[in-house]
Every structure is written in C-alpha cells, then in structure tokens.
C-alpha cells in the first residue's frame, strides 16, 4: 500500500507520484534518448523545459516520489524569473509568490541598516520574490504538463526512480534506473547530473567539490504564524534574546514564516532540533519582536553550513553537471537556487543547439567555462556576507562587531552589513563573445540585457524568443531581414538606447554589438563565434 503524501502546509497539498517502467526490450528501455536528466528538482525541471523550449526531448529521473518537503530554498531573483517566464511557468511564480524589495538589520535592538533593491516602475519584475520550494517544484511540474500537453513526450519524467549507475561511451551514456518495479538499463546521447548537493553521479565519477568551508552552522525553522508584518528580510545581530548569534527572518506565502539563527559554538545541533528546543526559541523570538501572543505551530526544521565549493569542471565528457551537484553556495545573498537556474538556462539552449549538430562541440565546454566564472563571482560576495552572517575567527567577530556598534551613527560604515542580494553575471571573458570594434555605449558583451517598457506597451523581454536575437533599429532592420531565413536568429526592429544594433544569445547575454550596421559577414562570424561552429578544440 502506498505511503500516504506528507502534511499540507497552509494551501500547499502534496500529491504522490506512482513509479512506472516504460516499454522494455530485453530489460532496456526501448527508446533511445538524446538527454537524460538525473534528478527532477528545480534546476533539473529547469533544464527539461529549457530544452524542450529548444525541441529537444530529455528523460528525467526522480529519486523521491514528490516535491519537496520543506521551505528550503524561498527567495527568487528578478533574474531567475526572467528566465522562468521563458519556461513558461511566471505566471503561477507571481500570482502565488510575495514580492519584496528591501530590508533591515539590527544590532541587538536597534536598526542599523535599511537596504533597498534597485527597482523601479518601469520594472515588470521584483527584484525578489519569497516562494517556497515546494511550490517552486509544483509550478514547474505543471509547466511541465502544459508542455507534454502541447508537444507529447516532450519531457518523460520518471516518479520514483534512481539512477543506480551509468557506462560512458565514445557516443553517449548507458545507464541503469530503479524503482520499485522493477530495474531497467537505458540509453542517452548525454546525461546531465542535477541530483543535488549528494551527486550520486559526482561521487560514481570519483568527483569532488573544491573551495572554502566554513564551521558557522544555522538551524533553519518552518512556523506558519499569521503575522501582518510588511514582506521584508530581518535580521538581528547579538540580540539580547541569542546573545552573540544572528536570526533571520523572512515571510513566506501561506502565513509561513521562515527563521534562521546561528548555533554559537558548543551547541549540538540534534539538541537545538529537539521540539523542546524549537519551541523554546521561537517563543522567545516572537516574544522579543513583540508577536508572541500570536498562535504558530512549527512546519519544518533543518540545519545548514555555510561553505563556496564547485567541481574544476562541469562537463566530463557526455556528462555535464548542473545546481548544486555542480558547487555549493552560502545562503546569504541566495545565491544557490538562481544560480541553479541560471546554470539550466545556459546550457539548454547549448545542449540543445550540440544535440541537433547545429553546433560544435566546444560549446559545451564554453558552459563550464562560464558558469565557473560566475561561481566565482557568486563565490566572492557571497563569502564576504558569509564572514560577516557568520564568522570564521574572534577577529572576524570583532571587526562584525565594531562595524554594527558605529553603523548607527556612520551610514557608510552601515553599508557593510549590505547582504549583497543576487543579481545578474556577466561572463566577462566568455570565448562566444565578439570583441568590440568601436566604443559602444550600453550592456558589454557577455552582459544580461536588462529589461524595459516598450513604448507601444509590453516590455522587452515579452518580445524575445528561445532562439538567437537581433535587436536594431527599424531603418536597419529592413536592410537585414533579407538574410534572417538563412540564420538561426529573430529580428525586433526596436528602437535601443543601448546602441544601434545588440546580438542577444537565447539565455539574454549579449553575443556582440555595433555602432551601427553590422559589416559584411560581421553578423554571420558572431553567429559562428557564439555557437562555437568550425570549433572543436576545447576550452580550457
């Protein structure tokens, strides 16, 4: 008899998903596929809508037998919802998720800090919004099921079932599956490893993560509690109520509250998890934030370690890494999940264009090349928020203190409490860039292009499609048109404040840019260049 589904946490119902074997052959599957992907979270569903928006068809295996349990990660970037709108799942993000631009810092009990995000009116996404992972999961898996339904057998996702191991060969992987029906064998052109901080495929290919540890630990709790506090990021340095400790906090849709607070040295984390101890600190927090008469129950605890580590490559032949089974990022600053999905969306649309051979091959090793560079950058500030959420030595601890005892005062010195949220990388020295010629003012090459209100109505990226773009004005726009059949591209004949003319890749990355009307066969070499076509060699 099937287990039944975990509790509902506030309108959030679970639904349990029956394994299944697909045709067999001799115990394999009888389907080649051209991806497989192993593990159905967030950045593996990503990946699957990523390239089915690019037609090419993926197999994705899920160990569990539901989305997760758990807030997990909650915050999602402006970036990560640009890139969810180009998967088709925005809408349910923004109808269900809270969006919020600012938020403040208090040194034991006084506000030290009040940081806002940029954002404007012009703006058609926050620069933040707070969704739970359970319902981050559900709303891709219903994408998920508009997209099978529009296009069948798109992306064959398999409830239930671990990869239990997998064969390299010179033209794909042989893999086995499990579920509790039986064991099956599979083959795909590439296997893409999405399965987590715990890569079952890291650890079968002898891989390791690389990078900084840190020994701060957090215990992160779950509590649905119906405060009408404004949807903001709290967070209190050495309260009287945790002395020498941080707690944060933030609001999540269905009157759950997320609270995160430091251990101090020599405390057990299985003693702080204890429901005696869960109870006992959130009731005193509440009390000290003055809604301790309210009602709460406790939904979900955890515990969690800061550390920045990644693999030395994310492409191992035909088998490429992605999310968390790729690095680890600190908490503060929310870097990991965006970075996940920034991960799925530069390499669907490469996967994808390698796959149809519309591509060389070097194009999968430009993906490592880049998403490395922004681990770094991701690494870099999110480590300077680590050291200060958290840290590392009594000298770290008296600098932290030092600047929250004078950031009252001194609004510069505040500004060292900034958590530096997540924003958009540029892949400063990206090998499918095309120098500039000329000065050009406006987004670099390799640089997100941001978004805008057009003038007629609707925004920017409401106009740009899966594939390659080029964005010019209309005068130059007409000249080009002739050749747009014999390229993989789509023209928008919008006018640019950021230059006369912007190649834009299918993740929104500008490829290349001109003053003014590409020169002969410019355009064509920037194709070239951006898709690592006439490529092969590998990028170190």
Not at 5 to 11: F, N
Not at 287 to 308: F, M, N, Q
Request: negative net charge; contains cysteine; proline residues 8%.
């Amino acid at each position: 008899m099937p287990a039944p589904p975990p509790p509902s946490v506030g309108d959030f119902h679970y639904t349990r998903h029956a394994p299944r074997l697909p045709p067999l052959q001799d115990g394999r599957d009888a389907r080649r596929h051209a991806v497989a992907i192993a593990g159905g979270g967030p950045v593996g569903m990503a990946l699957a809508l990523g390239l089915a928006q690019q037609g090419v068809a993926s197999v994705l295996l899920e160990a569990d037998d539901t989305v997760c349990t758990g807030s997990r990660a909650i915050c999602v970037s402006r970036r990560s919802l640009q890139i969810l709108q180009r998967l088709g799942a925005l809408d349910a993000f923004l109808a269900k998720g809270l969006p919020w631009t600012a938020g403040r810092s208090f040194y034991q009990t006084t506000e030290v800090l009040r940081f806002a995000m940029p954002h404007d009116t012009g703006q058609k996404l926050p620069p933040m919004l707070n969704l739970s992972q359970y319902y981050i999961e559900q709303f891709l898996l219903d994408a998920i099921a508009r997209c099978n339904a529009a296009r069948p057998g798109m992306i064959d996702l398999r409830w239930g079932t671990a990869l239990s191991g997998f064969t390299q060969q010179a033209d794909g992987v042989q893999l086995q599956a499990c579920n509790a029906l039986g064991d099956y064998a599979l083959d795909a052109d590439w296997l893409v490893a999405c399965d987590g901080g715990q890569s079952f495929v890291r650890k079968a290919l002898g891989l390791e993560l690389h990078g900084a540890a840190y020994e701060g630990r957090y215990v992160i709790i779950d509590i649905e509690l119906p405060s009408r506090h404004p949807v903001e990021r709290r967070a209190w340095f050495d309260p009287p109520w945790h002395r020498g400790g941080t707690v944060l906090m933030h609001p999540q849709p269905d009157d759950i509250w997320r609270i995160d607070y430091q251990l101090r040295a020599g405390q057990s984390t299985e003693e702080a998890l204890t429901p005696a101890a869960v109870q006992a600190f959130v009731q005193r927090h509440l009390d000290a934030i003055g809604e301790g008469h309210l009602p709460w129950k406790p939904v979900w605890t955890s515990v969690y370690r800061a550390g920045a580590m990644t693999l030395s490559s994310y492409r191992h032949g035909r088998v490429l890494f992605a999310g968390n089974a790729a690095h680890a990022l600190p908490i503060f600053g929310v870097r990991g999940l965006n970075s996940g999905f920034d991960d799925a969306d530069n390499l669907a649309w490469k996967l994808a264009l390698v796959a149809q051979d519309r591509a060389g091959g070097a194009l999968l090793d430009s993906y490592s090349h880049e998403r490395i560079g922004a681990f770094h950058t991701n690494a870099e500030n999110a480590m300077r928020s680590t050291e200060f959420m958290s840290p590392p030595s009594r000298g770290f601890d008296l600098l932290r203190e030092a600047a929250l005892s004078l950031a009252e005062r001194h609004r510069g010195i505040a500004q060292l409490i900034n958590p530096r949220q997540t924003e958009a990388v540029r892949y400063v020295d990206s090998p499918l860039s095309t120098p500039d010629a000329h000065a050009i003012a406006g987004p670099l090459p390799g640089e997100v292009l941001a978004d805008r209100p057009l003038p007629g109505g609707g925004h920017l990226l409401d106009r740009i499609g899966p594939g390659f773009t080029l964005l010019c004005r209309p005068s130059l726009a007409a000249v080009l048109v002739d050749d747009a059949d014999a390229l993989p591209l789509a023209l928008l004949p919008l006018q640019s404040d950021d230059g006369a003319t912007l190649l834009l890749r299918p993740d929104g990355h500008v490829a290349a840019r001109w003053p003014d009307l590409p020169p002969a066969g410019a355009l064509a070499r920037a194709l070239a260049r951006a898709t690592c076509i006439h490529h092969e060699e590998t990028i170190a």
